[in-house]
């Protein structure tokens, strides 16, 4: 199935990136024992283990003006993580207008955030990595697959 979008969010949210012009040694990157990539790769682990982990250890929120609120958390370095924190929306009708106030990508494609990895958003916000959580997530990362 093929759908044309037009467009539609190329102003909004696409026109202002610029394609990278720095060569970046992957493997490099994935070989140094404090990177993203080598916790998530080492072991065998999976990704989503990593993010159920993650999900689990956030500090949860009420809503988005919660964390808003939070004071700045200054990052003391390289390969020190941010703090987890995030927020559980119900539906979708929850999520978009918060997703707009923001200015994240407000659009949804098949009953998912379209920036989502199964439902979870992920992004930085004033030194937190901040999460948006769908209201099943724990049935999804945690629970085992019968």
Same mark, same amino acid.
């Given at each position: 199935?093929?759908?044309?979008?037009?467009?539609?969010?190329?102003?909004?949210?696409? $026109?202002?990136?610029?394609?990278?012009?720095?060569?970046?040694?992957?493997?490099?990157?994935?070989?140094?024992?404090?990177?993203?990539?080598?916790?998530?790769?080492?072991?065998?682990?999976?990704?989503?283990?990593?993010?159920? $982990?993650?999900?689990?250890?956030?500090?949860?929120?009420?809503?988005?003006?919660?964390?808003?609120?939070?004071?700045?958390?200054?990052?003391?370095?390289? #390969?020190?993580?941010?703090?987890?924190?995030?927020?559980?929306?119900?539906?979708?009708?929850?999520?978009? &207008?918060?997703?707009?106030?923001?200015?994240?990508?407000?659009?949804?494609?098949? #009953?998912?955030?379209?920036?989502?990895?199964? #439902?979870?958003?992920?992004?930085?916000?004033?030194?937190?990595?901040?999460?948006?959580? &769908?209201?099943?997530?724990?049935?999804?990362?945690?629970?085992?697959?019968?």
């Amino acid at each position: 199935m093929y759908v044309d979008c037009s467009g539609q969010f190329f102003d909004d949210f696409l $026109k202002a990136i610029k394609l990278n012009d720095v060569a970046v040694n992957w493997p490099a990157v994935a070989a140094q024992p404090d990177s993203i990539l080598s916790r998530i790769n080492n072991g065998g682990h999976q990704f989503d283990d990593y993010l159920a $982990k993650l999900l689990s250890a956030a500090k949860g929120y009420h809503t988005w003006q919660e964390i808003n609120a939070l004071p700045r958390h200054e990052v003391s370095g390289p #390969g020190v993580d941010p703090p987890v924190v995030a927020w559980t929306y119900q539906t979708l009708q929850d999520l978009t &207008p918060v997703l707009s106030t923001i200015g994240l990508m407000t659009d949804h494609k098949e #009953g998912i955030p379209r920036t989502s990895y199964r #439902g979870v958003i992920w992004f930085r916000f004033n030194g937190y990595r901040v999460l948006f959580r &769908p209201h099943d997530w724990a049935k999804q990362f945690l629970e085992p697959i019968s």
